[in-house]
């Protein structure tokens, strides 16, 4: 079984900066993992991706310069830091992957964190 699991998300004000972690357990191997976010009332939406074989990155226009993409203790675990944020930065935060288990390939995504920022 793949499974996804974020952390980190929280309550910061205008400014301040948030750590997200996400874990992908199971007997699997993850080559790209990404984040994505989706506030209320809006379609979900694309933050930043990073490559496992590579560790080339991309992000969005919207959080360049302020947010960064690692890997963290090799493969499969994925982190987000983001700095400066802004009160649009708000969210519901999910990590998705690119998964293989076997010989199969699966996208799963996480079940999200909250991130509140405060103006």
């Known amino acids: 079984q793949v499974r996804l699991v974020e952390s980190g998300g929280g309550s910061v004000q205008a400014g301040g900066s948030l750590r997200l972690s996400c874990v992908a357990f199971?007997?699997?191997?993850?080559?790209?993992m990404s984040w994505y976010r989706q506030a209320p009332g809006k379609e979900r939406e694309f933050v930043s991706g990073?490559?496992?074989?590579?560790?080339?990155?991309t992000y969005a226009d919207s959080v360049k310069g302020r947010f960064t993409i690692s890997q963290d203790n090799g493969q499969n675990t994925v982190s987000l830091q983001m700095n400066s944020l802004k009160p649009d930065d708000a969210a519901m935060y999910y990590c998705?992957?690119?998964?293989?288990?076997?010989?199969?390939?699966?996208?799963?995504w996480g079940q999200g964190t909250q991130v509140t920022v405060s103006s």
């Open positions: 998705k992957g690119r998964c293989l288990s076997g010989a199969v390939w699966y996208d799963p």
């Open positions: 199971g007997d699997i191997y993850c080559s790209y």
């Open positions: 990073i490559d496992e074989a590579d560790g080339k990155s």
